[in-house]
């Protein structure tokens, strides 16, 4: 997951998942590059958090993944998938059963 | 399989630091020729500095139409005749090689477009200070100067300042592009370097 620093293209942070989405599927950066008609590099420094893409890419992920955008990208740092599936963070599993 | 090493003037470019010795290198050289034209007398050797600053300036792919020296792209490989961008120091840049250039301005992507973008900017935004002062001043300096002497400093100034502003936003995209993590997804290792327009 992005750690949402500051962009490239000198916009406000913007959080994403997309690492965890192509690792989920087993995609290589240069895979999805290829859907996306994006250069591989592009993917990382999406990755990164180090650029935000224009709406065109944006739609492009959400297409591509089968999400919504704001699956994807969120300008709030994303809580973890286990906390959000469980409902609480491993911490605090035990005090929810 | 391993990828043949990719070289910008002879310097291997696979990391960030060996890019910033490209980038060192280049304006070290770029200072003696500076240095050098101090010497330079006569219209034809003037006529000759045209071509060697066109070639000066293109080395680091400034005048290319794709702008971004692109280090890390596997673009290549969608070029059907072979056709590569740049001098790389292995492939023919695709004038020089009579190949046609399949409109290259449409192979970057948005990323690429941005980055090139504010290296230009960047450029641009620190040159028109010591332009601006050129400008302003030469008047003062060559008031009183013979048409030859004009003639000469203005060869002077123009010739690496030409230079400058082409290769700058090249070198910033040089300097500044990190090295790009192996990705765990990647069954292959992945080429850092393969093409430099």
């Known amino acids: 997951m992005s750690n949402g620093g500051s962009s490239t293209n000198g916009s406000v942070p913007l959080y994403n998942r997309i690492a965890v989405l192509r690792a989920e599927r087993g995609l290589s950066r240069q895979d ?4 996306l008609d994006v250069n591989y590099q592009t993917i990382g420094f999406l990755e990164r958090g180090d650029y935000n893409p224009s709406l065109t890419l944006a739609f492009a992920l959400s297409r ?3 999400l919504p955008i704001e699956a994807i990208f969120s300008p709030e740092p994303f809580r973890p998938l286990s906390e959000q599936v469980y409902g609480h963070g491993r911490s605090s599993s035990g005090e929810s059963q | 399989m391993n990828a043949p090493r990719k070289f910008l003037l002879f310097i291997p470019a696979e990391t960030q ?8 290198a280049y304006y070290l050289v770029f200072i003696a020729f500076a240095i ?6 006569g219209p034809a050797r003037y006529a000759r500095l045209l071509p060697m600053t066109y070639f000066w300036a293109s080395m680091l792919g400034g005048l290319s139409f794709t702008g971004p020296v692109r280090l890390f792209s596997r673009w290549q490989r969608k070029f059907q005749d072979g056709s590569a961008w740049g001098i790389d120091g292995s492939r023919p840049h695709p004038y020089l090689a009579g190949r046609p250039l399949i409109q290259p301005i449409d192979r970057l992507d948005e990323h690429d ?6 290296a230009h900017y960047l450029a641009y935004s620190t ?3 010591p332009a601006i002062a050129a400008a302003l001043f030469a008047p003062l300096i060559l008031m009183d100067s013979s048409p030859e002497r004009v003639a000469h400093i203005l060869f002077l100034i123009s010739v690496p300042v030409a230079a400058l502003f082409f290769s700058l936003p090249q070198a910033i995209i040089l300097w500044t592009e990190p090295d790009v993590e192996p990705d765990p ?7 850092a370097v393969h093409t430099v327009s």
């Open chain 1, 32 to 35: 999805l590059a290829d859907a």
């Open chain 1, 64 to 66: 591509y993944f089968g």
């Open chain 2, 17 to 24: 630091r060996s890019r910033r010795a490209i980038v060192i």
């Open chain 2, 36 to 41: 050098w034209l101090l010497w330079l007398r």
């Open chain 2, 113 to 118: 477009i941005a980055m090139r973008d504010r």
């Open chain 2, 127 to 129: 040159l028109r200070w």
């Open chain 2, 185 to 191: 997804q990647e069954s292959s290792p992945q080429t």
